[in-house]
């Protein structure tokens, strides 16, 4: 998959670049998010051309001030601009000025304007891409500049009457703030921010223009069609077949956290926490003080795409090499269908909690993680419904397992159900040599994990717990570069007096207890450690956490 930096500020509109990468085989990253770096300047002129030009070398200044080169790698940068036809008689109205123009706007001022002007209420709104091309591949193509330019457009209409419009929680760009809201592309009677996804991709001005990055990309081998299951190999019969991954669904404190992190700690299960990975796509989309709340993105997620958090969960089984895996806490049968169809190699063993709610609620009340009331434990269930749980139990064949007792009871029922699972591949994971590359993440993750559960830590301290645990030197200011590049399934963010503080989450645990035991990794510091020599030596011995269960 190819990587492109995208220039921008914007949340949303990094978002939907992100969202459009994923379906064009491209993995798109923040420009502030790579590099922890500024934006560019972009100056207030109604030439598009001399704008986007002028744009362009701002970015490409701010890109050579952290690269020193131009070859690193591309680049791009959007501008959207509007047309409406009945203001625009000498130029475009409100033209690339857009963003500034709506400001203050509404649909019975704009509707004046266009009647004063004829009533023609026709309008384009247009995309333009400004796409850096580094310089090995400039001399290469034969190109004279560093730079291509590709544009999308869409024709339409404006409503002429305002329509109310929820805001759409897995697909912010599909606003109703932004021009999107009034536009009504050629072929549809509802505004764009309207139409499901599968519609709106049709007519998305910037899905345009960014398909043709796509295609050019994919005409110099450097970008192929994204989708495709992970892994996919024919089957030799020399090779024994991974073990299954075993999914352990079922209502809140049923009990799946505790089974799961049983895995892991007798078995060298690595856990993988499906709410860790909705928070991921639900911070990267809303941020980590967003007015939406996690339940409600979740259940947005489950109805239009329940694909997000399968997609992530695969990719990382495949990139690290997984063997034994438990997923927990899947609240829909799409989500078990898109894992088996990205893990064709992989058998998936579905397991089932059940314990009767009364029973739910007293583990609830007895962990006291947060303010719980009989109400509140009800409407989760419902919600948890809602989001297709019941349908894991009743349609999807899963083998279903009380737990009605005590932990130990329920540990002695899975054993002995499954004692063929358990007895399969009995060796560990080990870390491969891209894991290793990746220091920094695994140092943070060991740190954490050594510091013990219960405290959050901002950079700066965990700067000092990875010198303090482990005897390695990092930059608090790299350690801030990691967590500003993008939101990881591995740690749990809060804001506290408005600084940002982190401690692993259930997925990050495990995370570092497999670092911990693999014998084959090592950390390579700066300096050799002068101070808590024992925490030291306990660098692979395995650590016991305090079990916390989803997050929503």
Same mark, same amino acid.
């Given at each position: ?182 536009? !009504? $592309? ?5 505004? #764009?921010? @309207? ?9 998305? =001005? +910037? ?101 997000? !958090? $399968? ?5 990382? #089984?495949? @990139? ?9 806490? =899947? +609240? ?221």
């Amino acid at each position: 998959m190819t990587d492109i930096v995208f220039f921008s500020t914007n949340r949303t509109k990094l978002a939907h670049f992100k969202y459009m990468g994923q379906r064009l085989g491209i993995r798109v990253t923040g420009f502030r998010e790579k590099y922890f770096y500024g934006s560019y300047h972009e100056p207030r002129i109604d030439d598009r051309e001399t704008l986007l030009r002028e744009s362009y070398e701002s970015a490409l200044e701010q890109w050579r001030r952290r690269t020193a080169t131009d070859d690193l790698g591309f680049f791009i940068l959007e501008d959207t601009s509007v047309c409406i036809d009945a203001l625009s008689v000498e130029s475009e109205v409100p033209g690339v000025h857009v963003k500034y123009w709506m400001k203050g706007k509404t649909l019975p001022k704009l509707n004046r304007l266009i009647n004063r002007a004829g009533g023609i209420r026709t309008a384009t709104v247009r995309s333009d891409i400004v796409l850096h091309i580094p310089d090995k591949f400039r001399k290469a193509l034969c190109l004279g500049d560093k730079l291509l330019w590709f544009f999308g457009e869409t024709k339409g209409a404006i409503l002429e009457r305002e329509r109310v419009l929820q805001q759409n929680l897995l697909y912010p760009w599909l606003d109703n703030k932004t021009f999107n809201k009034w536009f !009504v $592309p050629e072929g549809f009677s509802e505004p #764009i921010s @309207a139409l499901s996804i599968a519609h709106a991709d049709t007519v998305d =001005f +910037r899905f345009r223009a960014f398909e043709q990055v796509a295609a050019f990309l994919k005409k110099i081998g450097l970008a192929e069609p994204a989708g495709a299951p992970f892994g996919y190999q024919l089957s030799i019969p020399s090779i024994p077949k991974p073990p299954p991954v075993i999914v352990i669904c079922g209502y809140s404190c049923a009990g799946k956290t505790l089974l799961s992190q049983w895995l892991r700690d007798e078995h060298g299960y690595m856990h993988f926490e499906a709410s860790d990975f909705m928070y991921q796509e639900y911070w990267r989309r809303h941020g980590i003080t967003g007015d939406v709340k996690i339940g409600d993105f979740a259940i947005s997620a489950l109805s239009q795409d329940p694909t997000i !958090v $399968p997609a992530s969960i695969a990719a990382h #089984i495949e @990139a690290k090499g997984h063997l034994r895996v438990v997923v927990s806490g =899947f +609240r829909s049968p799409d989500e078990i269908d898109h894992l088996e169809r990205l893990l064709p190699n992989r058998e998936i063993k579905l397991v089932f909690l059940e314990a009767q709610q009364s029973i739910r609620f007293s583990r609830a009340v007895s962990r006291g993680r947060e303010q719980v009331t009989i109400d509140g434990f009800r409407e989760r269930d419902a919600k948890e419904e809602v989001m297709g749980l019941e349908k894991i139990r009743t349609t999807r064949g899963a083998a279903v397992v009380e737990n009605l007792e005590t932990v130990e009871s329920l540990y002695e029922k899975f054993r002995a159900r499954f004692a063929e699972l358990l007895a399969e591949c009995s060796h560990q994971d080990e870390v491969s040599g891209h894991e290793q590359a990746r220091e920094l993440e695994n140092v943070i993750l060991l740190a954490l994990h050594q510091a013990g559960p219960r405290s959050s830590y901002t950079t700066t301290e965990i700067a000092r717990l990875v010198t303090e645990q482990l005897g390695i030197k990092k930059s608090k200011n790299n350690i801030s570069r990691y967590f500003y590049q993008d939101f990881h399934p591995y740690f749990e963010v809060t804001v506290e007096a408005g600084r940002n503080k982190y401690r692993l989450s259930n997925t990050g645990h495990s995370a570092a207890i497999r670092l911990r035991r693999a014998a084959n990794f090592q950390t390579y510091g700066r300096q050799p450690p002068k101070k808590n020599s024992a925490a030291s030596a306990d660098l692979f011995g395995v650590g016991v956490d305090v079990e916390r269960g989803p997050r929503y």
